[in-house]
T-cell receptor, first 118, second 111 residues
Framework: GAGVSQSPRYKVAKRGQDVALRCDPISGHVSLFWYQQALGQGPEFLTYFQNEAQLDKSGLPSDRFFAERPEGSVSTLKIQRTQQEDSAVYLC????????????????FGPGTRLTVL | QQQVKQSPQSLIVQKGGISIINCAYENTAFDYFPWYQQFPGKGPALLIAIRPDVSEKKEGRFTISFNKSAKQFSLHIMDSQPGDSATYFCAARNQGGKLIFGQGTELSVKP
């Protein structure tokens, strides 16, 4: 079956533009996570959805960042008025269960969207 | 504390050698410790994982050693191969399901 897919794979934006990044999780996966990975660094948590509910958005760096998952499947991460410091790879991951599923509840990652803000 | 500290930043190993990557954490509430492998242009992929009530887990050439009292864990890659050349991340999961990643180790296995 298909894994997690993300689009676009690459996005170049001028400073101040709005961008929207899409994540298609594995079908049937309840949990969806967004991470930000700066060059040469480990991924950093942004936000978490269980179905359509956004249960944790503590990692969103500013109110310019907004995520949604309206039907509990596809998710969109939107960044308004992009800044150069937003340049990074944005990773989406999904897992089968919710937080109380089982001890492993493996997160499967997509290939990421590389955002470059000029 | 939410940090996970990983070392070394980079590692060069000869083919057939043992690669060792170390991580340390502070938060005793972490309940799951996975290692991820990432190739350029790809997302991280789960390699092996361990629970804190187990001291060692082995899957093929990959072994996690876990020291709960020292709050440290390590990845050992036996008989390292050029195809193992990638960036490796340790991580720890908090009770909210959030993965906290280390800074990564770039492994290069020389033929």
């Amino acid at each position: 079956g298909a894994g997690v897919s993300q689009s676009p794979r690459y996005k170049v934006a001028k400073r101040g533009q709005d961008v929207a990044l899409r994540c298609d999780p594995i079908s049937g996966h309840v949990s969806l996570f967004w991470y930000q990975q700066a060059l040469g660094q480990g991924p950093e948590f942004l936000t978490y959805f269980q179905n359509e509910a956004q249960l944790d958005k503590s990692g969103l760096p500013s109110d310019r960042f907004f995520a949604e998952r309206p039907e509990g499947s596809v998710s969109t991460l939107k960044i308004q008025r992009t800044q150069q410091e937003d340049s990074a790879v944005y990773l989406c991951a999904s897992s089968l269960g919710g937080l109380a599923y089982d001890w492993r509840n493996e997160q499967f990652f997509g290939p990421g969207t590389r955002l470059t803000v000029l | 504390q939410q940090q996970v500290k990983q070392s070394p930043q980079s590692l060069i190993v000869q083919k057939g050698g043992i690669s060792i990557i170390n991580c340390a954490y502070e938060n005793t509430a972490f309940d799951y410790f996975p290692w991820y492998q990432q190739f350029p242009g790809k997302g991280p992929a789960l390699l092996i994982a361990i629970r804190p009530d187990v001291s060692e887990k082995k899957e093929g050439r990959f072994t996690i050693s876990f020291n709960k009292s020292a709050k440290q864990f390590s990845l050992h890659i036996m008989d390292s191969q050029p195809g193992d050349s990638a960036t490796y991340f340790c991580a720890a999961r908090n009770q909210g399901g959030k993965l906290i990643f280390g800074q990564g180790t770039e492994l290069s296995v020389k033929p």
